[in-house]
């Protein structure tokens, strides 16, 4: 497929969201912080539960149906348990974040990062897809790109 082809040669792949859609609507990004602020109050209580060490918390934000690659929460949990337990309640910052969202039978954000632990000069680039459920925003997915 040559448009595919075209897409590989000029992305940064694994890093960049590609849509294949019908439409797109592109909006200016301050049009949306209304919007866009209770996703980033999730995202940002999601990392502050899992720097503080609080995997009951933090497996909060995880829908009971989630899967990543194959996995489902209880198969994934002993990584995320491991992963809340290096970082020795150390502060987790969230490096070049990106959201794309968009609306069809679920309102569903999804965010790349780099997750990067204070005291690391490196980490793991994420990306994670949230549904809204009523007010509440839950990660469905989550894997390491």
Known sequence: NPDLSHIIRTVEVR??????????KWVAPQSLRAETKPF???????????????????????????NS??????QWVPGLKAEVAKAQGRNIQLKDISYLRWT??????????????????????????WT??????????????
């Open 104 to 129: 069809d039978s679920a309102d569903t954000m999804v965010v790349t990062f780099g997750e990067v632990t204070d005291g690391t000069k490196t980490g793991v680039t994420k990306r994670q897809y």
């Open 40 to 66: 980033e109050d999730a995202l940002f209580a999601w990392r502050d539960s899992k720097s503080a060490g609080d995997l009951n918390r933090t497996l909060s934000f995880y829908t009971n149906d989630f």
């Open 15 to 24: 890093t960049t969201p590609v849509v294949i859609a019908t439409e797109l």
């Open 69 to 74: 690659f194959g996995k489902t929460l209880t």
């Open 132 to 145: 809204r459920s009523g007010n509440q925003w839950k990660i469905f997915f989550e894997g390491a790109i």
